[in-house]
């Protein structure tokens, strides 16, 4: 006989459920990052400050979660995941395959580059947004590259999702939505989350979340160059 409640069993459950999850998602990021070149210079070197076009960002992306996108079988609208994915507007990774089932592509960079959209050339959503890794590879050495407690509204903001804090590069890219406050709190918004939806309920897709600076890999800010005028 079990020496556990079936209450136990189910949150045990559940949490080898998250380990998977995550397991999932690193296994499909090492294949995002196979064969990675960098695509941009990387000597620029100088103060960044936020660009006009942050606020274009901002609104999109709370536009996406007001339209409740939600992993397949999470009850909104999954099909919005293959336009961020696959649409020269966002990601344009056009050999993918449609998003049809959870787990089958590492969309949290797919999500920032479809709200920062055309706005940005089109080299850097297609070749740096897709993964931590080709964040860190390519912007790590150059101004992009912003201390952690000077997280701005709009910022690609990439966090630890376990407490391992591994690997280096970090596991997940998230917008920030605010700055942190004296408790190192700050809010997003992301995808390929669980978190908040319009709904004010707690799921899996299109999210806003709170997140400590205690779990913050690395911060980056776009500069004048990284944009399509």
């Given at each position: 006989?079990?020496?556990?409640?079936?209450?136990?069993?189910?949150?045990?459950?559940?949490?080898?459920?998250?380990?998977?999850?995550?397991?999932?998602?690193?296994?499909?990021?090492?294949?995002?990052?196979?064969?990675?070149?960098?695509?941009?210079?990387?000597?620029?070197?100088?103060?960044?400050?936020?660009?006009?076009?942050?606020?274009?960002?901002?609104?999109?992306?709370?536009?996406?979660?007001s339209d409740n996108i939600t992993e397949p079988g999470e009850g909104g609208d999954s099909s919005r995941i293959t336009?961020?994915?696959?649409?020269?507007?966002?990601?344009?990774?056009?050999?993918?395959?449609?998003?049809?089932?959870?787990?089958?592509?590492?969309?949290?960079?797919?999500?920032?580059?479809?709200?920062?959209?055309?706005?940005?050339?089109?080299?850097?959503?297609?070749?740096?947004?897709?993964?931590?890794?080709?964040?860190?590879?390519?912007?790590?050495e150059t101004s992009r590259h912003q201390d952690k407690a000077s997280i701005v509204p709009g910022d690609l903001v990439v966090?630890?999702?376990?407490?391992?804090?591994?690997?280096?590069?970090?596991?997940?890219?998230?917008?920030?939505?605010?700055?942190?406050?004296?408790?190192?709190?700050?809010?997003?918004?992301?995808?390929?989350?669980?978190?908040?939806?319009?709904?004010?309920?707690?799921?899996?897709?299109?999210?806003?979340?709170?997140?400590?600076?205690?779990?913050?890999?690395?911060?980056?800010?776009?500069?004048?160059?990284?944009?399509?005028?």
């Open positions: 006989m079990s020496r556990y409640t079936k209450a136990q069993l189910e949150e045990k459950l559940d949490i080898l459920e998250h380990q998977v999850r995550r397991y999932r998602r690193a296994f499909n990021q090492i294949n995002i990052d196979v064969e990675v070149n960098k695509t941009v210079n990387v000597n620029i070197e100088r103060n960044v400050n936020p660009h006009e076009h942050v606020h274009y960002v901002l609104k999109n992306a709370e536009s996406e979660w336009y961020y994915i696959k649409n020269k507007n966002a990601l344009g990774w056009t050999w993918e395959d449609d998003y049809v089932k959870n787990g089958q592509y590492a969309w949290c960079g797919a999500f920032a580059a479809a709200v920062y959209g055309p706005k940005v050339r089109f080299n850097i959503r297609q070749k740096i947004f897709p993964s931590c890794w080709r964040l860190y590879d390519n912007w790590f966090v630890f999702t376990s407490d391992e804090q591994s690997p280096y590069y970090g596991n997940h890219i998230t917008i920030a939505r605010t700055s942190p406050n004296k408790d190192g709190e700050f809010h997003t918004i992301e995808g390929n989350a669980h978190g908040v939806g319009p709904d004010q309920t707690w799921r899996e897709g299109v999210s806003k979340r709170t997140r400590n600076l205690k779990d913050v890999a690395h911060v980056y800010r776009l500069i004048d160059e990284d944009y399509d005028e």
